[in-house]
């Protein structure tokens, strides 16, 4: 994950989740929601710290000199994005992502709270869903919708066989199967 031997960033993660646990026990949140959250976030924390050494944006040495805010200051919609990816990527659940998004929101607005940060980033997270808009334009169901038009077939019929046609490509696609030629 990071470099276990960069005890700065530990301690400053630690640091900062410390404050955040703080904050859940003040707003009387239950033991097991506090422990995901801090779990979601030392995670999130954790992968920035080595996502800022890998790419060396931070040298191992500059962790001696940084606080809470300017780590935290570095986060932005592109770092957001890299880690979504990631965890796309790397094959991790959607609700496991989902519940680590929920985690850095709630985070963000503690963040907030401290004056840590003026907006946060992390309200852009969205959850992701394992539903994917259709593809209508790659298989010309506009065009085959106004031949069904054109032919006057009526409004059901019209949704009936683009329904269908939607749910044999989805078909299709799930169990890829080729066109025959």
Not at 75 to 90: A, C, G, P, R, S
């Amino acid at each position: 994950m990071y470099n276990l031997y960069n005890l700065e960033a530990v301690s400053l993660i630690e640091s900062i989740l410390s404050n955040f646990k703080k904050s859940l026990h003040a707003e009387k949140i239950s033991s097991g929601s506090i422990r995901s959250y801090l779990s979601d976030v030392r995670y999130f924390l954790n992968w920035f710290v080595a996502f800022l050494e890998q790419n060396k944006i931070l040298e191992k040495n500059e962790f001696d000199h940084l606080s809470s805010v300017s780590l935290l200051f570095r986060i932005n919609q592109t770092i957001l994005e890299v880690f979504k990816n990631h965890q796309v990527d790397n094959n991790v659940p959607q609700k496991t992502i989902n519940r680590r998004f929920s985690s850095l929101r709630k985070f963000g607005s503690f963040c907030q709270s401290q004056n840590w940060m003026r907006s946060s980033p992390f309200d852009t997270l969205k959850n992701i869903s394992d539903h994917q808009p259709f593809p209508e334009n790659e298989f010309h169901l506009a065009e085959f919708r106004a031949c069904l038009w054109k032919n006057n077939s009526s409004k059901a019929t019209m949704k009936n066989y683009l329904g269908d046609t939607r749910q044999f490509l989805a078909w299709r696609k799930k169990f890829k199967v080729q066109n025959s030629k």
